[in-house]
């Protein structure tokens, strides 16, 4: 088998490290956020963090927008998306048909033996 | 409110601290092992006052605060990560002062100590798993018109046929790249001590169009990363029949693999 050019690439960008960095790693108390004085430990909520849309398109992190489980109008616009092409190909198939049946009615006229033209009774 | 609490790393064995040769999440100097029970946890003072409650919540969209700082910390475990096993802990995990730290260390030994033998000598490394479905579609399609190219055709018939078999070959296109990349995560996990799967709907698609398919983290021996990183070439060089695209990053410290230890009151 021939060997293709490799397209592997490594991508250590940002999103992955913010993922990585921000969701990951040992929680080694609950998610709360308190007054450090009053308690031992602060956590912040990591999910909270980017929940500016507008601050975290800037660094790259878009995925709620085509998570369906996580935005509502994309959910509805992907059923939506889904209702439409299933239409459209209906309609298509039923076009398709069409033609079909239309070229299958010329080529059998085409095929056809003419008949031979009536003799017309000379007076 | 005044003086400085802690914002810590990770844990590691006690005895094999190196010093990062990276800034704080400052941007100083002052790191500090902070060693209790067997162990030792990299941590670096900050400011009191601006990790009060009212403070942290203007911070929480405001990346010029979240940037640096998240920057910083995965350098600081990528720094001492090069020498020796490292529990990353969740970013912002601060505590008030060493002893509340040696504290949380001594109750939580067993695990951290547990732990740390899991990942010992190990690291991670990311792969997504990218498909084109056009170029799949196309394929496909060639591949079954080839087989009726004997029949002579007219050429209306033909362009009904291939406009019929590209429209029909979408749901196979789709079912056959997705087949491939779960093949591939299979042989992966012959190579791997662990694995977390990861929801591929989070990324986005390539430049080319090509869709996200698969993502997973694993977790390798890091004896074994070369023999890894080859079988992910020859996976996409060789075994490659839906003409799929890899993205690998690592290694990283197995912040994938560090599971929580438990929750604030048990």
């Not at chain 1, 398109?57 to 935005?71: A, V």
């Not at chain 2, 394929?139 to 046929?161: F, H, I, P, T, W």
């Not at chain 2, 929801?199 to 983290?217: C, H, M, V, W, Y």
Request: proline content about 4%; some cysteine; glycine content about 4%.
């Amino acid at each position: 088998m021939t060997t293709r050019p490799s397209s592997i690439t490594q991508s250590t960008s940002l999103a992955d490290l913010l993922e990585r960095v921000l969701d990951k790693g040992v929680v080694i108390a609950g998610d709360i956020t308190v007054l450090v004085a009053d308690v031992e430990l602060l956590t912040i909520k990591i999910r909270l963090l980017v929940a500016s849309v507008d601050k975290a398109m800037e660094i790259g992190i878009n995925w709620w927008k085509s998570d369906p489980y996580l935005n509502i109008q994309t959910k509805q616009l992907i059923e939506k998306n889904h209702q439409l092409e299933s239409e459209v190909a209906a309609l298509r198939d039923g076009h398709l048909e069409a033609i079909q049946t239309r070229l299958e009615q010329l080529e059998s006229a085409v095929n056809k033996p003419k008949a031979a033209p009536k003799k017309r009774n000379m007076p | 409110m005044k003086g400085h609490v802690l914002w810590v790393y990770g844990v590691i064995t006690k005895g094999e601290e190196v010093w990062p040769d990276v800034h704080d999440v400052e941007g100083g100097g002052n790191f500090l092992w902070v060693p209790a029970a067997g162990l030792s946890a990299l941590a670096s003072p900050v400011e009191a006052q601006d990790y009060q409650d009212k403070v942290i919540q203007d911070h929480q969209d405001d990346t010029s605060w979240i940037l640096p700082r998240a920057t910083a910390s995965a350098a600081a475990v990528a720094s001492v990560f090069a020498h020796t096993a490292i529990i990353p802990l969740k970013f912002a995990t601060i505590f008030s002062n060493p002893e509340s730290l040696q504290e949380r260390l001594a109750t939580q030994q067993t695990v951290f100590h547990q732990t740390l033998e899991d990942i010992r000598n190990k690291e991670e490394w990311g792969i997504k798993i990218f498909g084109h479905i056009e170029t799949c579609i196309n394929r496909l399609a060639e591949q079954q018109l080839a087989r009726v190219a004997e029949k002579n055709l007219s050429s209306g018939r033909q362009y009904l046929l291939k406009k019929h078999i590209t429209q029909s070959c979408q749901p196979q296109a789709e079912r056959q790249m997705r087949q491939a990349a779960d093949a591939w995560h299979q042989v992966l996990l012959n190579h791997a001590d662990a694995f977390q799967l990861g929801n591929p709907a989070q990324e986005t698609r390539l430049e080319d169009g090509s869709i996200p398919l698969f993502k997973a983290s694993y977790l390798i021996f890091r004896r074994d990363r070369e023999k890894f990183l080859r079988l992910l070439m020859n996976l996409e060089q060789q075994e490659n029949p839906a003409d799929l695209k890899l993205q690998i990053s690592g290694p990283w410290a197995p912040y994938s693999f560090c599971h929580t230890l438990f929750a604030s009151g048990k």
